[in-house]
């Protein structure tokens, strides 16, 4: 149990995150009289969906006794997202002793945007995207033990992971749901799309707009370089690369099993490729006709839902704004 003053923090760390506003798509010409919905999760403090999540995370893990702030070094992997909002939650809950795994070929933006919370930066290899960070931080918990002569999560003075790669994280999207469900007259969706990256927020995205609506299609996009979520589902098994072939960073890893990353496939009806010219002239209507500067895993699920729209009449359909432009770009512009 936490003291009225630790629970006074939490609620206000989380009064921070969400309530995100859903935007109809209107200026980018949509075919067939569908709609298209985007929950604009870039507008969270760091940036994107997962600061929803660490919040919960810090709190559950807290609650358990396995971190305790200013006591427990905490670590985690990230494309850049995560990280940023791990580190963000960390600096405001007193976990000063931050660590956050990145490869070393991502935007430098996001890097100096999780060095901007505090933390400690340690590169993965170029090119091994999700899967060198994995190794990396499995070999530095296994020295940790060494050192320690503990097991993982039963001292608070060792090394911890807030790990988003956590069944029990999906529940905090059910939130986005109630949101969306609240900003509609009765409406409902009929189609989900989503990029997938660690499965986290498409998984509780996907199973609460189901319990929502069971006739809610969701449709996972992979970049056409890199078919991941189709391998997985179809084929059983992950897709193995030599490096990474696209740049649709926080999404479409390669080279990890399921029982390291937390996407449910039984929530998933399809999954579709999107082609880099496809993503590129998305990107470029939503920038300059919308006037929307998000990232790039934005412009994959919309690409696709304007493909969808070809085929398919007076339909609503969500997608989620997942990230800003600038978080692929060489500076953080908010720096002091």
Same mark, same amino acid.
């Given at each position: ?128 995207y999700a899967k060198g960070y994995v190794k990396l931080l499995e070999h530095i918990l296994i020295e940790e033990?060494?050192?320690?002569g503990k097991k993982y999560g039963q001292d608070s003075e060792m090394m911890f992971c807030v790990t988003k ?105 399809? #999954?579709?490729?999107? $082609? ?5 002239? %998305?990107? !470029?209507?939503?920038? =300059? *006709? &919308?006037? @929307?500067? #998000?990232?790039?895993? $934005? ?5 696709? %839902?304007? !493909?969808?729209?070809? =085929? *398919? &009449?007076? @339909? ?21």
């Amino acid at each position: 149990m936490l003291s009225p003053e630790r629970e006074s923090l939490y609620r206000a760390l989380m009064e921070k995150v969400g309530n995100t506003p859903l935007y109809q798509v209107s200026r980018i010409p949509i075919p067939n009289s569908n709609r298209i919905f985007a929950k604009e999760e870039w507008l969270n403090p760091t940036g994107s969906t997962f600061d929803r999540l660490y919040p919960y995370l810090f709190y559950t893990f807290e609650i358990e006794g396995k971190i305790v702030p200013g006591v427990t070094p905490v670590i985690e992997v990230t494309t850049g997202n995560a990280g940023a909002s791990f580190a963000w939650c960390a600096a405001q809950l007193g976990y000063y002793d931050c660590t956050v795994i990145i490869h070393e070929d991502a935007p430098k933006a996001r890097v100096e945007q999780i060095r901007s919370y505090g933390a400690k930066i340690i590169f993965s290899p170029s090119g091994q995207y999700a899967k060198g960070y994995v190794k990396l931080l499995e070999h530095i918990l296994i020295e940790e033990k060494k050192r320690k002569g503990k097991k993982y999560g039963q001292d608070s003075e060792m090394m911890f992971c807030v790990t988003k790669i956590n069944p029990r994280g999906t529940s905090v999207y059910k939130k986005l749901v109630d949101e969306v469900r609240s900003t509609l007259n009765g409406e409902k969706f009929d189609y989900y799309i989503t990029a997938v990256g660690s499965g986290t927020s498409s998984t509780g995205i996907a199973r609460y707009l189901k319990e929502w609506n069971k006739y809610t299609v969701v449709i996972a996009v992979d970049p056409e370089e890199c078919p991941s979520t189709y391998h997985l589902k179809y084929k059983h098994r992950p897709i193995e690369l030599v490096s990474l072939p696209h740049d649709v960073f926080g999404s479409a890893s390669f080279g990890l099993p399921l029982s390291k990353l937390n996407i449910d496939l039984s929530v998933v009806d399809t #999954v579709e490729t999107v $082609s880099k010219e496809e993503r590129e002239r %998305a990107h !470029k209507m939503l920038i =300059e *006709v &919308e006037q @929307k500067p #998000v990232g790039r895993p $934005s412009a994959l699920v919309m690409a696709y %839902a304007l !493909k969808l729209s070809q =085929e *398919v &009449e007076n @339909k609503n359909i969500i997608i989620c704004f997942s990230d800003p432009l600038w978080k692929y770009e060489d500076s953080y512009p908010y720096l002091k």
